[in-house]
């Protein structure tokens, strides 16, 4: 369902129930494509770094609505000048630009925190993630390497591109 009203702000301790119904209610093809494997046990880890400044650089909410949390986006460390990005959005809320604004947000984030390049491991099916990638971030190189695809993408170059062609705030 498309919500009318979506919010994006910075992902608070108290989310992580709201988070972890996320994931709950999630399609397994969403969960393989999010964390690359059908198990919910990596969801579990994943809700618990997010509130954990050691293990998490940023992260936010996506809320519809009625408040509720529709959608999470994060950034992980893994140089000293590069994060793992994520992504995900509940099912019913997909393909309405709820992932695009998530993604602006870790962009000026990630800008901020003077990162030089953010990385996304995507499965080759994904689709609506590579259009994603495509559509918003065209200075991004992918490299497929053990049946995924590396999507490699220079901050300064996106939050430029953003800035000037996309229709969301960076
Ligand atoms: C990938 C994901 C985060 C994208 O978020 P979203 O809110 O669905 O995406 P958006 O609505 O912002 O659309 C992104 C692009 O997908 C494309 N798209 C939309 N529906 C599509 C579909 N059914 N098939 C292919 N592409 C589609 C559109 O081109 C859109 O680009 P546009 O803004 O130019 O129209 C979300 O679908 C998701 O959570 N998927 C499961 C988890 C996942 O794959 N995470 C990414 C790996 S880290």
Redesign the pocket.
């Known amino acids: 369902m498309r919500p009318a009203t979506v919010r994006i702000r910075p992902f608070r301790a108290t989310d992580g129930t709201a988070v972890r119904a996320l994931f709950d209610r999630w399609s397994d093809q ?1 969960t393989y ?2 964390f690359l494997s059908v198990s919910r046990s990596p969801a579990v880890g994943y809700v618990d770094a997010l509130g954990d400044p050691e293990r998490t650089m940023y992260a936010v909410v996506a809320t519809g609505d009625t408040g509720k949390v529709i ?1 999470v986006g994060s950034l992980h460390r893994a140089a000293h000048n590069s994060a793992e ?5 509940d099912d019913s ?10 993604l602006a947000a870790l962009l000026r984030n990630a800008r901020q925190q003077q990162l030089a390049v953010l990385n ?3 499965e080759p099916g ?4 590579l ?2 990638v495509t ?2 971030l065209p200075d991004a190189t992918r490299e497929l390497r053990d049946g995924v695809i590396t999507v490699t993408v220079p901050v300064n170059a996106a939050v430029h591109h953003w800035s000037t062609h996309v229709n969301a705030e960076v």
């Open positions: 969403s494509y999010r959608g990005f994520g992504l995900a959005v809320a997909q393909g309405h630009g709820v992932g695009t604004r998530l996304a491991y995507v994904n689709h609506r993630m259009e994603l559509d918003e």
